[in-house]
């Protein structure tokens, strides 16, 4: 089993920045991979972002491509979301999420953290 708790979600302004950490417990092999999701009131779970672990490759939806930054500290079990240039329109609960099976782009994922609130006013 894989642990997953995310932090660093607040109330911010928009066109401010956020950085998300992901910290994971638990086994971890290179081949694994690691993504954010997010969920607002009334809409389904929505891709954000997702990294290999040991090449570094990453993935964006146009959403949010150019503006959020995926990266991972294989030695800390951390996974990061740097969030520029928010708005209103990110709000939501945003979530980690572990795949663990070597694939790419990863297929599905396998464990989820509880989540972090990201509130953007305008």
């Known amino acids: 089993q894989v642990q997953l708790v995310e932090s660093g979600g607040g109330l911010v302004q928009a066109g401010d920045s956020l950085r998300l950490s992901c910290a994971a417990s638990g086994h971890t092999v290179s081949g694994y991979a690691m993504g954010w999701f997010r969920q607002a009131p009334g809409k389904e779970r929505e891709f954000v972002a997702a990294i290999w672990w040991s090449g570094g490759l990453t993935t964006y939806p146009n959403s949010v491509k150019g503006r959020f930054t995926i990266s991972r500290d294989n030695a800390k079990n951390t996974v990061y979301l740097q969030m520029n240039s928010l708005k209103p329109e990110d709000t939501a609960v945003y979530y980690c999420?572990?795949?663990?099976?070597?694939?790419?782009?990863?297929?599905?994922?396998?464990?989820w953290g509880q989540g972090t609130q990201v509130t953007v006013s305008s």
């Open positions: 999420a572990a795949s663990i099976l070597p694939s790419w782009p990863p297929a599905s994922y396998h464990y």
